[in-house]
Nanobody, 114 residues
Framework: VQLQASGGGLVQPGGFLKLSCAAS????????VAWYRRIPGKQRDLVAA???????TYADSVKGRFTISKDNAKNTVYLQMNSLKAEDTAVYYC?????????WGQGTLVTVSS
């Protein structure tokens, strides 16, 4: 499985971005997918996840601002990020978990700055 993330960039505080992550293979619809981020100098943390059945989980720091969704027909998971803050600046990684194996995308940089 290969994961290709895109959509990062520079945005002003209060702005928005939408990240996308396209997966190869045929296991996307039966897998959980998630977004993690690594803030410089810190470990990689879970941002949001969605199960194969559509149940979502969010880190407390992004609840009410970020929305994770997926399109099984396109093998793609999205992260809509609104009301961005400087502390959201990080490299964002998509992740796919089959229940047995875990796969990571290459990361996309999000910079929130005026």
């Amino acid at each position: 499985v290969q994961l290709q993330a895109s959509g990062g960039g520079l945005v002003q505080p209060g702005g928005f971005l939408k990240l996308s992550c396209a997966a190869s293979g045929s296991i996307f619809s039966s897998s959980a997918v998630a977004w993690y981020r690594r803030i410089p100098g810190k470990q990689r943390d879970l941002v949001a996840a969605i199960t194969s059945g559509g149940v979502t989980t969010y880190a407390d720091s992004v609840k009410g601002r970020f929305t994770i969704s997926k399109d099984n027909a396109k093998n793609t998971v999205y992260l809509q990020m609104n009301s961005l803050k400087a502390e959201d600046t990080a490299v964002y990684y998509c992740n796919l978990f089959t229940g047995r194996y875990m796969f990571w995308g290459q990361g996309t940089l999000v910079t929130v700055s005026s």
